[in-house]
């Protein structure tokens, strides 16, 4: 709600998309609206973060069971992988120019 629009683009603008790829429903809630690939960009690194710091306590966290650690670490470096979170955040950048 107080986020720029870009926070929730990142979420469906076709790249690590999968709520809406196109953006046609974002676009049909916003109207036209110029966007600004720099926040596009930041927002990602942001979730990136956000996810490499979450899957690193579960996998380090003692208290959870092996199962739970070895998902986690699973997890962890999935977010690396050439379709995922940190990749997209390079892209955005990438856009920048």
Do not use: C, K, N
Request: proline share 4%; glycine share 8%; no cysteine.
């Amino acid at each position: 709600m107080y986020a720029p629009r870009e926070r929730d683009l990142m979420f469906v603008s076709g790249d690590i998309a999968d709520l809406d790829p196109t953006g046609e429903d974002f676009y049909a809630g916003y109207g036209e609206v110029a966007i600004d690939r720099a926040l596009i960009a930041y927002y990602r690194f942001d979730w990136g973060l956000q996810e490499v710091a979450d899957y690193h306590r579960r996998v380090f966290d003692p208290a959870l069971g092996e199962r739970t650690r070895a998902a986690a670490l699973e997890h962890l470096v999935d977010l690396f992988g050439p379709e995922d979170v940190v990749a997209a955040a390079y892209r955005a950048d990438e856009e920048i120019g």
